[in-house]
């Protein structure tokens, strides 16, 4: 059982969510402000956890 793959498959998971929720919000857009700042904010995190997230599975390597 490896910790730091699961942590990277979490991380990497709750970026696609994140990205998907971004891109809900994208196509249902209104024109506020706050509906921007929302669009930005989990585009964003969801775009950092994404990238972490698999880059920490990529680098762990497996052990037996």
Do not use: H, P
Request: proline fraction near 0%; avoid cysteine; glycine fraction near 10%.
């Amino acid at each position: 059982m490896n910790l730091k793959r699961i942590f990277g498959a979490i991380l990497t998971i709750l970026g696609i969510v994140g990205l998907i929720y971004a891109a809900v919000l994208f196509v249902n857009n209104g024109e506020s402000n706050q509906n921007i700042k929302m669009l930005a904010t989990y585009g964003i995190l969801g775009l950092v956890f994404f990238v972490s997230g698999i880059n920490l599975v990529r680098t762990t390597k497996d052990e037996a």
